[in-house]
C-alpha cells in the first residue's frame, strides 16, 4: 500500500458521503471546520492507527461535515461499509469497541463544542494549558482554540500580567 497525502471534505451539497470505513493506518491527519467568513478551527490531530468519521458510516445523511487533511504521508484503508456490519453483527467484541470508538468521539466532540461555545475565552485558555500543560506557540494553540493570534497573544499577556498565568523559558503554564 503506498502512502500518499490526501484531503477531503463532504460537505458541500451534492457531494456524496462516506460510503466506506476509513481506516487511518499509517501517519496523521488534521480534521478542520471553516467558516463562510474564511475561518478555520483545527478540531483535531489524529494518528494512526484510527477510524476516521465513524459515527458517518451508518448515518442516514454521511456527508462528512469536516475537511481532513493529512499531515505528510500517511495511508488509509478502506472497508466496504456493509461488509462491515455484516463482520461486526459476528464478532461482538468488534461491535463493543466500534461503539465505544464512536462514544468516545461524541464525548471528545461535546467537551470541544463546551470549550467553543459555553466558556469565556479566558477558561478557554486555562482549559487548553489544564490539558496541554504549556503553550509554546501561541500560533499553534490559537489555531486550535479557533481564535486570531494576536486575540490570544493579547489575553496570554494580560493573564501574565494578572497573575494567573506563568510565562518561562518554556512558554506560557499554569502558576
Do not use: W
Request: hydrophobic content about 45%; proline content about 3%.
Amino acid at each position: 500500500m503506498n502512502e500518499k497525502m490526501f484531503c477531503f471534505q463532504c460537505q458541500e451539497t451534492g457531494k456524496l458521503g462516506i460510503d466506506a470505513l476509513m481506516l487511518l493506518i499509517s501517519g496523521r491527519v488534521v480534521t478542520l471546520m471553516g467558516s463562510d467568513e474564511g475561518r478555520v478551527i483545527v478540531v483535531e490531530y489524529i494518528d494512526a492507527p484510527f477510524v476516521l468519521a465513524p459515527a458517518f458510516l451508518y448515518a442516514s445523511d454521511r456527508r462528512v461535515p469536516v475537511e481532513v487533511r493529512s499531515v505528510g504521508n500517511s495511508s488509509l484503508l478502506y472497508v466496504n461499509r456493509h461488509a462491515f456490519l455484516t463482520f461486526m453483527q459476528r464478532h461482538s467484541d468488534v461491535l463493543n469497541t466500534f461503539l465505544q470508538i464512536i462514544s468516545d468521539k461524541t464525548r471528545f466532540l461535546t467537551n470541544k463544542l463546551n470549550s467553543f461555545a459555553v466558556m469565556g475565552f479566558r477558561n478557554r485558555v486555562l482549559n487548553y494549558l489544564g490539558q496541554h500543560k504549556t503553550i509554546t506557540n501561541v500560533a499553534n494553540a490559537a489555531e486550535q482554540m479557533g481564535v486570531a493570534r494576536p486575540s490570544l497573544s493579547r489575553t496570554l499577556s494580560e493573564m501574565v500580567a494578572e497573575g494567573s498565568l506563568r510565562k518561562d523559558q518554556n512558554g506560557y503554564i499554569l502558576p
